[in-house]
């Protein structure tokens, strides 16, 4: 069993990732019927970010009624819609149509109220150039002004037959810019017989993983350098989530290929 790399379950209800290498991220994805309704909560010493992957849904955390999260039919059709938990939170959610749902979580000590964060204040933009061109939704980041304890989401839409996150980077120690983060990246594929390739490798060359990723897929790295490539054909989509020292990132390049980011501003 490789502790790295994940398929998941198409199961209703709350799914929680099992067996990863993470020691601070968590990883449970939601899916409900249109009417359906789960209760849950969040461990005292924990905080999660509800993200609307499709479908719409009331959410109600520690009596605060959020009345209808969500909205875009998938990834590849919007922004999302997130709800912030607090650690120790009671929620609910109450779905009013199907409703699929990601929640990465990590360690927290911050006592504060939920909130969420709408479509319209995610930050957009494009990152890389030519064939490594990719488009990033900033959800939970700093300096945004947004509280968290520890947690930084976002999503990333690869266009297809393009590479993203290039070139490889890693953020597994802190040396000069780099900060140690560990991180997760759960992917959708917009055509169900699409699939792109993720090369997961170590800075000493003491592992190097090449990864056939599906819809549904997830990779967790708790270290290494990372790079992801689309199969032409389809988009492929991946939430990001980190934790670890700060909030603040930062990642250093492979040193062998960090010349291609030279060429981005150039063409």
């Known amino acids: 069993m490789n502790?790295?790399?994940h398929q998941l379950t198409?199961?209703?209800g709350l799914s929680a990732l099992q067996g990863h290498s993470c020691k601070l991220l968590e990883f449970?994805?939601?899916?409900?019927?249109?009417g359906d309704t789960y209760v849950g909560s969040?461990?005292?010493?924990?905080?999660?970010?509800?993200?609307?992957i499709g479908g719409?849904?009331?959410?109600?955390v520690n009596g605060k009624v959020f009345a209808s999260v969500g909205g875009r039919a998938n990834v590849f059709a919007g922004n999302p819609h997130s709800v912030y938990l607090p650690?120790?939170?009671?929620y609910k959610v109450e779905a009013l149509t199907m409703f699929d749902a990601a929640m990465p979580s990590a360690p927290s000590s911050l006592d504060i109220e939920p909130y969420e964060i709408v479509p319209a204040q995610v930050k957009t933009g494009t990152w890389g150039t030519l064939n490594y061109t990719r488009h990033f939704r900033e959800i939970l980041t700093a300096p945004d002004g947004r509280p968290a304890a520890s947690l930084i989401v976002g999503e990333t839409l690869t266009p297809s037959g393009n590479w993203s996150t290039y070139p490889p980077h890693k953020h597994e120690r802190v040396d000069g810019g780099e900060v140690f983060h560990e991180e997760m990246y759960y992917f959708r594929i917009s055509a169900?017989?699409?699939f792109g390739f993720l090369r997961h490798y170590g800075s000493d060359?003491?592992?190097?993983?090449t990864h056939v990723v599906r819809d549904n897929s997830l990779i967790s790295m708790p270290h290494g350098y990372h790079t992801y490539a689309g199969a032409p054909g389809a988009q492929s989509y991946y939430l990001w989530f980190l934790a670890g020292d700060s909030r603040k990132q930062g990642v250093k390049a492979d040193p062998a290929l960090a010349w291609t980011q030279k060429l981005v501003g150039m063409v």
């Open 28 to 34: 449970s994805r939601l899916v409900l019927a249109a």
């Open 3 to 5: 502790k790295h790399f």
């Open 192 to 194: 169900p017989e699409g």
């Open 205 to 209: 060359g003491e592992f190097d993983d």
């Open 42 to 52: 969040i461990e005292d010493d924990r905080e999660c970010l509800l993200v609307a």
């Open 56 to 60: 719409s849904a009331r959410i109600t």
């Open 87 to 90: 650690r120790g939170a009671s």
């Open 10 to 12: 198409q199961e209703t």
